[in-house]
């Protein structure tokens, strides 16, 4: 099963050209997140130009610990941070999942 993030910002402040992929690092650790927004299961017009979705089930399955995360969506977002608590509760869900 995918585990699947989705960035939305404000219609008309923030515009996401597709595809645009995701740098996340950890320390020295850096994964690159393909864009899926154009083969999501979401119905198209529901998604518009200020929302992205990405498939983190490789980032979660390869993180074995609880570590802060940076997110960066170029041209969008240039540092998301990420805490611990929030992957871990990441971790707990794909956990579930399986």
């Known amino acids: 099963k995918s585990f699947i993030l989705r960035i939305v ?7 996401i050209d ?3 992929d995701m740098e996340v690092n950890s320390g ?3 994964w690159y997140l393909k864009d899926i927004t154009k ?12 929302a992205a ?3 983190l089930s490789s980032l ?11 997110l960066r969506l170029p041209g969008v977002i240039n540092d998301l ?3 611990p608590y929030l992957v871990s ?3 707990s869900l794909a956990q579930e999942n399986d």
Do not use: V
């Not at 910002?9 to 515009?15: A, D, N, Q, V, W």
């Not at 083969?39 to 200020?50: G, M, Q, V, Y």
């Not at 979660?60 to 940076?70: H, S, W, Y």
């Open 39 to 50: 083969f999501s299961k979401t119905k198209a017009e529901t998604l518009n130009d200020s």
């Open 9 to 15: 910002g404000y219609p008309g402040s923030l515009r």
């Open 60 to 70: 979660i399955a390869e993180l074995d610990k609880n570590r802060p995360l940076r």
């Open 81 to 83: 941070p990420i805490p």
């Open 53 to 55: 979705e990405f498939d």
């Open 28 to 30: 020295r650790k850096t």
């Open 18 to 20: 597709h595809p645009t």
């Open 89 to 91: 509760e990441w971790r």
